[in-house]
Structures are given as structure tokens and as C-alpha cells.
């Protein structure tokens, strides 16, 4: 299956203070994806069915402000967060699959949550845990019982040991 996603600001957020190069990150996304792809444990998501040969997303990377309005708007929470999605292939019973391409929605990250939430002093591996957790999401994987929690972050961190 073919990939493509897009990787962006959505405000004023200093990337380069918290040494974030958007292109750097490019050739991790690409392998994750891989992975995902070929996790046994995923493939009763819709973005096997046999009609898709393609899925998009975007990233965006933003600051705490941005997602707490974000939060407060969309999810009645007024405070910021590591990671939000919106999916747009799974949460929208109108989903279209156009020339076999699923447009899977967005993933919404907060460097500086990010930044405070990092373990061992390393940025990098938390953002692209955010991303690999929001990438399950789009892909409809939700952890509203622990049951289901457990299972996403069992296969996020297998994810992220294979990277």
C-alpha cells in the first residue's frame, strides 16, 4: 500500500528551538508506516479493504495555546494535550475512497507538551510515539476501555521497538 502525508505548522510554534527539522522526520514516519502496515495485529482496520491502495494524513505541529483551544472547541476540555486527531475515514459515515486513495485526516501535535512530557531527555522518540499513537487512531484503533488501551499501546510500543 502507498503512503503520503504532509508535515507542517499550524502556528507560530519555534520549531527550530526545540531543534525540530520537519524533513528529518520524514524517513521515521515512512518506516513506522511500514511497520503499521504489516502489523498482523491492525488488519482488521478498514484501510485494508481491497478498494484502497493509498492512504493520506497530515501533521501538524503547534503549542500549547493552539491545542488547548483545539481541545476546548472540539473536545470540551480546556487544557492542553499531548496529541489530537481528527479522523476523517473512520469518524465520518460519509467516508469516500477517491481513485483508491482513503484520506485518513489529521494528527494535531504539541511540541511543547511533547517537550515536557519526553522521557530521557528525548524529544524526538516522544513525537514520534504522538504520531504513532495518532496514526493508529486514524487508522480505527480507539482505547475507550482499558481493554482497547492496552491494546493500542501494546502495538505502539512494538511499533516504536521495531523502529
Request: with cysteine.
Amino acid at each position: 500500500m502507498k503512503t503520503s502525508f504532509t508535515l507542517s505548522k499550524i502556528d507560530e510554534i519555534n520549531l527550530k528551538k526545540h531543534n525540530i527539522i520537519l524533513k528529518n522526520y520524514k524517513k521515521d514516519i515512512k518506516k513506522m508506516l511500514e511497520l503499521i502496515l504489516n502489523c498482523q495485529e491492525l488488519k482488521t482496520s478498514r484501510v485494508f479493504l481491497p478498494e484502497i491502495s493509498k492512504i493520506r494524513f497530515d501533521i501538524s505541529f503547534c503549542s500549547d495555546e493552539t491545542i488547548k483551544e483545539i481541545n476546548r472547541d472540539y473536545r470540551k476540555k480546556d487544557s492542553a494535550t499531548d496529541v489530537i486527531t481528527f479522523s476523517l475515514f473512520y469518524d465520518d459515515i460519509n467516508s469516500t475512497i477517491y481513485r483508491k486513495t482513503a484520506d485518513l485526516g489529521q494528527i494535531i501535535v504539541s511540541v511543547e507538551t511533547a517537550e515536557k512530557q519526553k522521557q530521557n531527555n528525548d524529544l524526538r522518540k516522544e513525537i514520534l510515539t504522538l504520531i504513532c499513537h495518532g496514526i493508529l487512531h486514524l487508522i480505527g484503533f480507539d482505547h475507550l476501555t482499558k481493554k482497547d488501551y492496552d491494546f493500542v499501546v501494546g502495538v505502539q510500543n512494538k511499533i516504536l521497538g521495531d523502529l
